[in-house]
Each structure stands twice: as structure tokens, then as C-alpha cells.
Nanobody, 119 residues
Framework: QVQLVESGGGLVQPGGSLGLSCVPS????????MGWYRQAPGKQRELVAD???????AYADSVKGRFTISRDSDKNTVYLQMNNVKPEDTAVYYC?????????????WGQGTQVTVSS
């Protein structure tokens, strides 16, 4: 079973920057996409940003222009650079890897890392 290990969460002031990284416990093949989701208290988990195997990216409207996703394909490592953070960015951030399994896909998740934006 693949495990995704996130790091980089913590406390940051509004307007500040924070970077997250996600490393798999072993090599992953047939990756369709890797990305970041977040879940705030009392809310559903939502997509923050993801990157497909071809390099295309998708961002939530709320983070466009502030967050940047990048990936080291050789290491299957994915990063999320968060700039100009806002209190509403406070959430647990989860790394996701979506792997092709025949005609379907399988999701792998990290354990989550807390990001708190507060002065």
C-alpha cells in the first residue's frame, strides 16, 4: 500500500507564505494526477489544486493567483506553494495521488497537515 507523507504545514500570518510537500513511501506508477485537497472544520473536503500527468493544472477559484502546484515527476513528489494566505485558507491539507487501474482509478491519500492562518 502506498503512503503519502505530507510536510510543511503550520501557523502563518495573513499575507504570508507557506510551502507544502508530499512524498510517496515508494514509487508510484500509472499516475493520472497528483494534487492537494483541504478540509476546514464543518466543511467538505475540496480540491485546492492538482496536476495531471501531461502537466495540465487545475486550481480552485479561491486560490488562483496565490497558490502554485508543482511536481517532480522523477520522485513523484508534489509541492504546493501558498502565497498571500488568508484566514479562510485555514484547513487540513491532504495530498492525493490518483492512479490508473485498468478502466478506473484509485485514490491514495496522505494523513493531512494542518495549515492555520492567523495573526
Amino acid at each position: 500500500q502506498v503512503q503519502l507523507v505530507e510536510s510543511g504545514g503550520g501557523l502563518v500570518q495573513p499575507g504570508g507564505s507557506l510551502g507544502l510537500s508530499c512524498v510517496p513511501s515508494r514509487s508510484i506508477f500509472s499516475i493520472y494526477a497528483m494534487g492537494w485537497y483541504r478540509q476546514a472544520p464543518g466543511k467538505q473536503r475540496e480540491l485546492v489544486a492538482d496536476m495531471r500527468s501531461g502537466g495540465s493544472t487545475a486550481y480552485a477559484d479561491s486560490v488562483k493567483g496565490r497558490f502554485t502546484i508543482s511536481r517532480d515527476s522523477d520522485k513523484n513528489t508534489v509541492y504546493l506553494q501558498m502565497n498571500n494566505v488568508k484566514p479562510e485558507d485555514t484547513a487540513v491539507y491532504y495530498c492525493n495521488a490518483r492512479v490508473v487501474r485498468g478502466f478506473s482509478t484509485e485514490d491514495f491519500w496522505g494523513q493531512g497537515t494542518q495549515v492555520t492562518v492567523s495573526s
